[in-house]
């Protein structure tokens, strides 16, 4: 099936399967590694994306039945300036192996934006193997500080 996906501010046509993830489309397809294939069934986090702003695991949603704008870790950035959240997360060390540093900062993205009270409930879903969780909390807290309407 032919589908249509807005990623990052731009325009994307391709053909897929049915079945094909929003994950596989992005890896594969489209050529934007930012989210990671951890698990593959929605219990680490690696892939997590926006779509429509609200974070979900790209490894669980179908790519056909995306229809609003979705972003990656890529989408963030503007040109060479880091968003806040993965500047904070340079700053406070919130990363180490690096694989599941995507899907952290666009969780993290979504709770400063949402604004939730408790962060570590929040991001429950997104699971680091390097046990970096004080500097993530940390990484979030700092943005909050720096300007509470990022």
Same mark, same amino acid.
Request: glycine share 10%; aromatic share 2%; net charge negative.
């Given at each position: 099936?032919?589908?249509?996906?807005?990623?990052?501010?731009?325009?994307?046509?391709?053909?897929?399967?049915?079945?094909?993830?929003?994950?596989?489309?992005?890896?594969?397809? !489209?050529?934007?590694?930012?989210?990671?294939?951890?698990?593959? @069934?929605?219990?680490?986090?690696?892939?997590?994306?926006?779509?429509?702003?609200?974070?979900?695991?790209?490894? !669980?949603?179908?790519?056909?039945?995306? @229809?609003?704008?979705?972003?990656?870790?890529?989408?963030?950035?503007?040109?060479?300036?880091?968003?806040?959240?993965?500047?904070?997360?340079?700053?406070?060390?919130?990363?180490?192996?690096?694989?599941?540093?995507?899907?952290?900062?666009?969780?993290?993205?979504?709770?400063?934006?949402?604004?939730?009270?408790?962060?570590?409930?929040?991001?429950?879903?997104?699971?680091?193997?390097?046990?970096?969780?004080?500097?993530?909390?940390?990484?979030?807290?700092?943005?909050?500080?720096?300007?509470?309407?990022?």
């Amino acid at each position: 099936m032919d589908i249509s996906l807005q990623i990052n501010g731009k325009s994307e046509r391709l053909s897929v399967e049915p079945g094909v993830t929003l994950l596989d489309a992005l890896r594969e397809r !489209l050529d934007v590694t930012g989210p990671k294939k951890g698990c593959d @069934r929605g219990q680490c986090g690696a892939c997590t994306v926006h779509v429509g702003g609200r974070p979900v695991l790209a490894c !669980l949603t179908l790519a056909a039945t995306v @229809r609003e704008p979705v972003t990656t870790v890529e989408g963030l950035a503007s040109g060479d300036d880091l968003h806040p959240v993965q500047q904070a997360f340079v700053d406070q060390d919130a990363l180490q192996c690096g694989f599941c540093t995507s899907g952290q900062i666009m969780s993290a993205v979504a709770a400063v934006e949402q604004d939730v009270p408790d962060v570590r409930e929040f991001m429950s879903g997104n699971l680091c193997r390097c046990s970096a969780y004080p500097n993530i909390v940390a990484a979030v807290d700092q943005v909050r500080g720096a300007d509470a309407s990022v």
